[in-house]
């Protein structure tokens, strides 16, 4: 499902939950994103809210990922463990990281992951290594500039299904502020969906507004993360304020 949505050559626009609780997750869900994430990394939720907002998630048709805190295998099998249909792993700078994270996300032959699909059997009788293998995405984030700067070996990497950039972790990491809009940082970004194409690899990229969304999409990227919940609720609030007091 998952794997469908993000690979039919369309733009898959995500909703991006960093706010804990099963509910907002739910209500993010139901807003009509194509997929959700749930992000560990930076949002302020930990296991157990995580195994929440699955469920929430879950009460709707939407496939969710999460965002895992590092590329840590005990993390990434959690998550899958708990439901996500894919992970993003962070700040992942080579081909061996690369090959860390998606060995992480399989079963042998092709992985390392461990057997103990705790939730995410549940209801799915025919649940067993080769489905979770073939349905599993595992999206690495490119988001520095080393790992640009290799990125057409991490594409080459077997299992990685999808490049996610971070553009803020990428303009710190190029000595700019992080949300520089450098013509040097643009440049370097638009050149990598035609590279993750020449792989069959999925192009993702976290845009901070809509603007920069239309932006990201018209270069090629195709998996859109849209600001988190915690944005939209402060802009619509800061909105609806700067409205009522002019
Ligand atoms: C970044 O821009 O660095 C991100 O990780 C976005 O989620
Ligand atoms: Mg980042």
Redesign the pocket.
């Given at each position: 499902m998952l794997r469908e949505i993000l690979d039919g050559g369309k733009a898959a626009l995500g909703g991006w939950c960093v706010v804990p609780g099963s509910f907002t997750a739910e209500v993010m869900a139901r807003a009509g994103f194509d997929w959700i994430c749930i992000?560990i990394q930076?949002g302020l939720m930990g296991q157990q809210d995580m195994v929440g907002m699955l469920q929430g998630v879950a009460a709707t048709a939407v496939p969710s990922m999460v965002r895992v805190p590092w590329n840590d295998p005990g993390w990434i099998m959690k998550a899958l463990d708990a439901g996500a249909a894919g992970v993003i792993v962070?700040m992942v700078n080579s081909p061996e990281e690369a090959a860390a994270a998606a060995g992480a996300c399989r079963y042998p032959p092709e992985g390392y992951r461990s057997w103990g699909p705790t939730r995410v059997s549940l209801g799915v009788p025919d649940y067993g290594p080769e489905l979770a293998n073939r349905s599993v995405i595992c999206a690495v984030?490119v988001?520095t500039v080393s790992a640009l700067d290799r990125l057409d070996e991490i594409v080459a990497v077997k299992g990685v299904d999808a490049v996610f950039i971070?553009?803020?972790?990428?303009a710190v990491s190029m000595g700019f502020p992080?949300r520089s809009d450098e013509p040097e940082h643009r440049r370097r970004l638009e050149a990598v969906p035609a590279v993750c194409r020449s792989h069959g690899v999925i192009a993702g990229i976290?845009c901070g507004s809509s603007e920069l969304a239309a932006r990201w999409r018209d270069a090629g990227y195709t998996m859109l993360?849209l600001p988190s919940d915690m944005v939209l609720l402060r802009r619509a609030a800061t909105e609806m304020l700067d409205t009522m007091r002019r």
């Open positions: 992000d930076h962070p984030m988001e971070g553009p803020s972790d990428f992080p976290a993360a």
